[in-house]
């Protein structure tokens, strides 16, 4: 089963107005996409990123500007943008031992993110950074233990399907690739039942158990700053 294949993570943009009340809110956001993205890893540097550019704007372009967060994935790498429509107010680099302010905010990003820039358009500028992330494609995972357990499981399993349900390279589709999975589950399900086990309450059990591990991230960022 191709990990290439597992899951499509379209870019998403939106449209804010650059205010201090909007940051929170931004963050927010952020976390939950990573969390549906698989990304949780990078939460607390992409929240960092999205503060900084949106608190560039508000102070550089000024309150009540007219904005837009774009988020996507560039090969392994999570693509942070915030476009606003000042193509004179560049963003300004400091070192971040000097007594000014100004620019502290683009030295947090500079430290955390692997790269970034300025792009000007003939209708707004666009600050943009990228942060690494761990996965080994662009619609691939990331190779926690878990996964990576399940990826093989699901391999086996793949092997043993119709050839009719996969692709001419041999690679699972996403939607077939899910069907795998729920197939999968379905079997394990029938497999308790067989031994006297109580499948609703092994579900149960499970989801329980992945909440816990997923817990901390939720606990985290919730209590981040805005």
Excluded at 17 to 39: F, K, N, S, Y
Excluded at 156 to 161: D, H, R, S
């Amino acid at each position: 089963m191709s990990q290439e294949a597992c899951m499509s993570r379209k870019p998403w943009e939106l449209a804010f107005t650059a205010e201090p009340v909007e940051v929170a809110a931004l963050r927010r956001i952020m976390r939950l996409h990573l969390g549906v993205w698989g990304l949780q890893d990078i939460t607390d540097e992409a929240q960092l990123c999205v503060s900084e550019l949106v608190s560039n704007v508000i102070t550089h372009v000024g309150h009540g500007t007219p904005a837009t967060l774009a988020v996507s994935v560039r090969g392994t790498h999570l693509r942070i943008e915030v476009h606003d429509p000042d193509t004179r107010a560049l963003p300004v680099l400091r070192d971040p031992s000097t007594e000014s302010l100004e620019g502290r905010g683009m030295a947090l990003v500079d430290a955390v993110a692997d790269r970034w820039g300025v792009l000007l358009r003939p209708d707004r500028k666009v600050t943009w950074c990228e942060l690494a992330t761990k996965l080994t494609a662009p619609n691939g995972h990331v190779e926690a233990p878990s996964v990576m357990r399940a990826e093989a499981l699901l391999s086996l399993y793949a092997a043993a399907t119709p050839l009719s349900c996969r692709t001419d390279v041999g690679r699972l589709t996403s939607a077939v690739a899910e069907e795998t999975v729920i197939a999968a589950i379905t079997d394990f399900l029938h497999w308790l039942q067989a031994h006297g086990c109580d499948a609703d309450d092994m579900l149960d059990r499970a989801q329980m158990r992945f909440e816990a591990e997923a817990l901390p991230y939720v606990k985290g960022h919730e209590a981040s700053p805005g």
